[in-house]
């Protein structure tokens, strides 16, 4: 699955951004979808996620109240919609898509491990 990350840029503090994650080609519909990020010199950190059919949704407290997962199953796209940024928030943004369990109909969002296939990422800079 060929994931592809898009939206990144430079952006002013209080600034907005949309990330978009697609694999072109294919669909989206049967991964839960997470969003990750990797500040330089930083561990990676799962941010949040959105399960298969989008009835789901979870974010780190570092982002809550501040980002909007969504999903678009007709586009086959995952939308990362980021508000207020601040300067603390540049890094490279990933996305990554996990397989339902199985047996399960629905990938779920039960933690930001073990996913199946990863983007390449897009840079975030949040200038102060």
């Known amino acids: 699955l060929p994931l592809v990350e898009s939206g990144g840029g430079l952006v002013q503090s209080g600034g907005s951004l949309r990330l978009s994650c697609a694999a072109s080609?294919?669909?989206?519909?049967?991964?839960?979808i997470s969003w990750f990020r990797q500040a330089p010199g930083k561990e990676r950190e799962g941010i949040s996620c959105i399960s298969s059919n989008g009835g789901a949704t979870t974010y780190a407290d570092s982002v809550k109240g501040r980002f909007t997962i969504s999903r678009d199953n007709v586009d086959h796209t995952v939308y990362l919609d980021l508000n207020n940024l601040k300067p603390e928030d540049t890094a490279v943004y990933y996305c990554?898509?996990?397989?339902?369990?199985?047996?399960?109909?629905?990938?779920?969002?039960?933690?930001?491990?073990?996913?199946?296939?990863w983007g390449k990422g897009t840079l975030v800079t949040v200038s102060s």
């Open positions: 080609g294919y669909t989206l519909d049967y991964y839960a």
């Open positions: 990554a898509a996990r397989r339902p369990e199985k047996g399960a109909v629905i990938a779920d969002c039960r933690g930001y491990y073990g996913m199946n296939y």
